[in-house]
């Protein structure tokens, strides 16, 4: 009975039958949990959260890594945009000596962070926005795209000014920690102003996951391909691109 209802469900194979079940009979906007690959993940359900959180737990969506550097790898990945946790904790599964900081701006979506990421103890979670300087204020706004797609880019058309948000310099986090050796940026336009003004930085950093939202900020995509025109460059699915110092692979 169980497999007839829910076969041909796209989660299927990564939650099971009866967290399928679970989730189909829940209400909106409700969280609950799901297990995906050993990992409690709380999501709500009927947002993008089960979808992101398969994607990369279970899909490995961001396989490519595990070549880049060995299983002992002990660096310090950065989480921009961190949004639930779970490519923190895909990070941590895939290199579980590495130091890992999570960084997100919306409230709900780093309750939901901490949540996920309480039992591990190599993810720290900051409730802030990256940005490249602190001379203005940040505010999140809700551009009607769904909880993944807060962003601290004003005046976009249809978007709902939600509150003021704490914000973190990219300088910073160089600054407090030791060298950062993949980050991953997803902030909704907000990668306009780190390519912009944090270029020097970032060309230190051997690995760039980055989603560009030209959609949003005009031009993003022609700065990021100026800067990392002396690197290796991945397309990778939709919006989502892999940069690499050639360095990293002598």
Same mark, same amino acid.
């Given at each position: 009975?169980?497999?007839?209802?829910?076969?041909?469900?796209?989660?299927?194979?990564?939650?099971?039958?009866?967290?399928?079940? $679970?989730?189909?009979?829940?209400?909106?906007?409700?969280?609950?949990?799901?297990?995906?690959?050993?990992?409690?993940?709380?999501?709500?359900?009927?947002? %993008?959260?089960?979808?992101?959180?398969? &994607?990369?737990?279970?899909?490995?969506?961001?396989?490519?890594?595990?070549?880049?550097?060995?299983?002992?790898?002990?660096?310090?990945?950065? /989480?921009?945009?961190?949004?639930?946790?779970?490519?923190?904790?895909?990070?941590?599964?895939?290199?579980?000596?590495?130091?890992?900081?999570?960084?997100?701006?919306?409230?709900?979506?780093? /309750?939901?962070?901490?949540?996920?990421?309480?039992?591990? +103890?190599? *993810?720290?979670?900051?409730?802030?926005?990256?940005? %490249?300087?602190?001379?203005?204020?940040?505010?999140?706004?809700?551009?009607?795209?769904?909880?993944?797609?807060?962003?601290?880019?004003?005046?976009?058309?249809? &978007?709902?000014?939600?509150? =003021?948000?704490?914000?973190?310099?990219? &300088?910073? *986090?160089?600054?407090?920690? +030791?060298? *950062?050796? *993949?980050?991953?940026?997803?902030?909704?336009?907000?990668?306009?102003?780190?390519? =912009?003004?944090?270029?020097?930085?970032? =060309?230190?950093?051997?690995?760039?996951?980055?989603?560009?939202?030209?959609?949003?900020?005009?031009?993003?995509? =022609?700065?990021?391909?100026?800067?990392?025109? /002396?690197?290796?460059?991945? $397309?990778?699915?939709?919006?989502?691109?892999? %940069?690499? /110092?050639?360095?990293?692979?002598?």
């Amino acid at each position: 009975m169980i497999r007839k209802i829910c076969r041909g469900y796209t989660n299927l194979r990564a939650i099971g039958y009866l967290s399928v079940l $679970k989730y189909l009979t829940t209400n909106q906007n409700l969280i609950l949990s799901v297990t995906i690959k050993n990992h409690k993940i709380y999501i709500r359900k009927g947002t %993008s959260d089960l979808t992101v959180a398969v &994607s990369c737990l279970f899909k490995n969506e961001f396989e490519t890594l595990k070549y880049l550097y060995p299983k002992s790898f002990n660096g310090l990945i950065v /989480d921009a945009g961190a949004y639930i946790g779970t490519f923190s904790l895909a990070m941590n599964d895939m290199f579980p000596n590495a130091e890992i900081i999570a960084i997100e701006p919306s409230n709900d979506n780093f /309750d939901l962070l901490n949540k996920n990421t309480a039992q591990n +103890k190599k *993810i720290k979670n900051i409730n802030s926005a990256l940005v %490249s300087n602190n001379l203005e204020e940040k505010f999140l706004s809700d551009p009607q795209t769904g909880v993944w797609g807060y962003t601290t880019i004003k005046d976009i058309p249809d &978007s709902k000014v939600m509150y =003021k948000v704490q914000t973190i310099q990219l &300088s910073e *986090i160089v600054n407090s920690y +030791k060298r *950062i050796s *993949i980050l991953k940026i997803d902030i909704e336009g907000g990668e306009y102003e780190i390519l =912009k003004n944090n270029s020097e930085i970032l =060309k230190q950093i051997p690995v760039i996951i980055i989603e560009l939202h030209e959609r949003i900020v005009k031009d993003v995509e =022609k700065l990021f391909f100026e800067f990392t025109k /002396d690197r290796i460059l991945i $397309k990778d699915s939709g919006e989502k691109y892999l %940069s690499i /110092d050639k360095d990293l692979l002598n």
